[in-house]
Nanobody, 124 residues
């Protein structure tokens, strides 16, 4: 079992930066692929980024490549999403999720554990 708690959301102007954190509890954090998803008003939840348990293999949706960076700290059991050059279209609730497979996947159905989400609002 993994419990996830996101933090770091807020209101920022376009072009600004935010760093989201996702603190995990449970012994199996180190074996899980960790992902970030987001859901904008009126839209379906979409994949943003994921990082494998080795901390090196990552995957990003095209719209955030070059702007967002996902990292993880095993000692702190925390995964981060550094978001730079933010755009109004990045406005959404951001969710952290954990996948117990040994793969890096973009399908949200593959992720067994979810946080409650944190709101990110980017003003123009």
């Amino acid at each position: 079992q993994v419990q996830l708690v996101e933090s770091g959301g807020g209101l920022v102007q376009a072009g600004g930066s935010l760093r989201l954190s996702c603190a995990a509890s449970g012994r199996t954090f180190s074996t899980h692929t960790m992902g970030w998803f987001r859901q904008a008003p009126g839209k379906e939840r979409e994949f943003v980024a994921a990082i494998m348990r080795d901390g090196y293999i990552t995957s990003y949706v095209d719209s955030v490549k070059g702007r967002f960076i996902i990292t993880r700290d095993g000692a702190k059991k925390t995964v981060y999403l550094e978001m730079n050059s933010l755009k109004p279209e990045d406005t959404a609730v951001y969710y952290c999720a954990a996948d117990s497979s040994f793969l890096i996947r973009r399908d949200q159905r593959s992720y067994e554990f979810w946080g409650q989400g944190t709101q990110v609002t980017v003003s123009s």
